[in-house]
């Protein structure tokens, strides 16, 4: 478990504490593989919105050149119109219904952005809870090593004890 392979458990025959130390330390390690496991499924589902959110951002990016080029178009139609209102007052209408429907796709094209911007804001958060779910995970994993360690002192040192109350000749 030390060397981050969580499907090794501790084995043998122990009675009393040790068999209980064993036990917990299994449970331990199946409870960090857990972990690990719904970790690794929320950092896929984020990798996945990222994706999501970047082909998003290029669809309105490329919505926003074309609004972009429709709108100099539009604002040339209206220079060509200006001096020609004199001659036909049916075409200042219709430029300028030209130029409404422009400033609505302008204003919904700012909507969207404004919703991409609130999208990239909620996957910063979760990213952030994803951190801070790893540093407990990090947390766990370094209580559990040094668990580990006090465990192996002290099986040392009763190995010793014992050997010290040994009258083997």
């Given at each position: 478990m030390v060397q981050k392979d969580l499907t090794k458990r501790a084995k043998g025959n122990y009675k009393g504490q040790l068999e209980d130390f064993k036990n917990n330390i299994n449970e331990t390690a199946v409870a960090i593989d857990e972990a690990l496991n719904q970790v690794n499924e929320a950092v896929e589902q984020v990798t996945a919105a990222s994706g999501q959110i970047s082909s998003s951002s290029q669809s309105?990016?490329?919505?926003?050149?074309?609004?972009?080029?429709?709108?100099e178009e539009t604002s040339s139609s209206l220079e060509e119109m200006a001096s020609m209102t004199?001659?036909?007052?049916?075409?200042?209408?219709?430029?300028?219904?030209l130029s409404g429907e422009s400033q609505k796709a302008a204003g919904d094209g700012n909507e969207a952005m404004g919703r991409m911007n609130n999208a990239v804001n909620d996957i910063?958060?979760?990213?952030?809870?994803?951190?801070?779910?790893?540093?407990v995970i990090d947390e766990i994993a370094f209580q559990t090593n040094l668990l580990a360690l006090n465990a192996a002192v002290e099986a040392a040192r009763a190995g010793r004890g014992r050997q010290g109350l040994c009258s083997c000749s």
């Open positions: 309105l990016a490329e919505g926003a050149t074309e609004q972009a080029a429709g709108l004199k001659q036909n007052a049916d075409n200042a209408q219709q430029a300028n219904t910063q958060k979760s990213s952030d809870e994803t951190a801070k779910i790893i540093k």
